[in-house]
C-alpha cells in the first residue's frame, strides 16, 4: 500500500523559500512520477508540477521561476521548494503519486498546512 | 491554462436518491488514443482528496459501483446512483489532457 507523508515548516516569513518534503512508502521514487498540488484555505486545488522518475520535471507556468521539485531515491523522497513566498503561497501542500499515462493522482498524502506571515 | 467548470457547485441530496455532477472543459480532454484525460475525485471533510474516476470512466481500485464516470471531448458527468451518508464532501474534476493541469472549482455533495 503506498503511503506518502509531507512534512516541513508550518510557518515561514514572506520573501523565503518554503521546503517540504514527501516521504514515500510501499512504493518506489524510482517508477511513476511524484506530484505536488496545493489548496489555499477554504479554497480549490491547483497543480503545482511533478518529478518523473528519471528526474525530468514539468511545473505551472504561473509559478514556473519559483518552484523547484526533486527526488532523492535514496530517501524515497520528494522535495518540493517555492521560493520569494507571499501570503499568496499560503496554502495545504499535497504530495501525490502521478501515474505517467494518464496524468491521474492515485494516491495523496495527508497535506501539510504551510502558512506565510512574518 | 483550460479553465474546467463544474455545475452545480451546491448539490443537497435526499440519502439513497442519486446525484449528478457536471463538469465542462474549455478544451477537449479527447486523446487521439481514444481516451478522455479527466478524473474525478472526491474530498471529504478534513481529508485529502481520492481518487474515484480516470479517464472519463474508469473506477478506481475499490471505489464502490455506485460511482460512474462519463462523457467525451468537453462535456463529462459523475454520477451516484444511490447517495449514502459517506459521499458527502466535494467533488472534483481534474484535466490531465493539457499542461498544466487544472481542476474544476469543486461541487459541495451534503445531504438534504
Known amino acids: 500500500q503506498v503511503q506518502l507523508q509531507e512534512s516541513g515548516p508550518g510557518l515561514v516569513k514572506p520573501s523565503e523559500t518554503l521546503s517540504l518534503t514527501c516521504t514515500v512508502s510501499?512504493?518506489?521514487?524510482?517508477?511513476?512520477?511524484w506530484g505536488w498540488i496545493r489548496q489555499p484555505p477554504g479554497k480549490g486545488l491547483e497543480w503545482i508540477g511533478y518529478?518523473?522518475?528519471?528526474?525530468?520535471?514539468n511545473y505551472n507556468p504561473s509559478l514556473e521561476g519559483r518552484i523547484t521539485i526533486s527526488q532523492d531515491r535514496s530517501k524515497s523522497q520528494v522535495s518540493l521548494k517555492v521560493s520569494s513566498v507571499t501570503a499568496a503561497d499560503t496554502a495545504v501542500y499535497y504530495c501525490?503519486?502521478?501515474?505517467?499515462?494518464?496524468?491521474?493522482?492515485?494516491?495523496w498524502g495527508q497535506g501539510t498546512l504551510v502558512t506565510v506571515s512574518s | 491554462d483550460i479553465v474546467m467548470t463544474q455545475s452545480p457547485l451546491s448539490l443537497p441530496v435526499t440519502p439513497g436518491e442519486p446525484a449528478s455532477i457536471s463538469c465542462r472543459s474549455s478544451?477537449?480532454?479527447?486523446?487521439?488514443?481514444?481516451?478522455?484525460?479527466l478524473d474525478w475525485y472526491l474530498q471529504k471533510p478534513g481529508q485529502s482528496p481520492k481518487l474515484l474516476i480516470y479517464?472519463?470512466?474508469t473506477r478506481a481500485s475499490g471505489v464502490p459501483d455506485r460511482f460512474s464516470g462519463s462523457g467525451s471531448g468537453t462535456d463529462f458527468t459523475l454520477k451516484i446512483s444511490r447517495l449514502e451518508a459517506e459521499d458527502v464532501g466535494i467533488y472534483y474534476c481534474?484535466?490531465?489532457?493539457?499542461?498544466?493541469?487544472?481542476f474544476g472549482q469543486g461541487t459541495k455533495v451534503e445531504i438534504k
Open positions: 518529478v518523473t522518475y528519471s528526474g525530468d520535471t
Open positions: 501525490a503519486r502521478r501515474t505517467t499515462a494518464s496524468g491521474t493522482f492515485y494516491n
Open positions: 479517464l472519463g470512466s
Open positions: 510501499g512504493a518506489s521514487t524510482s517508477s511513476d512520477c
Open positions: 481534474m484535466q490531465a489532457r493539457h499542461a498544466p493541469q487544472t
Open positions: 478544451e477537449s480532454l479527447l486523446h487521439s488514443n481514444g481516451h478522455n484525460y
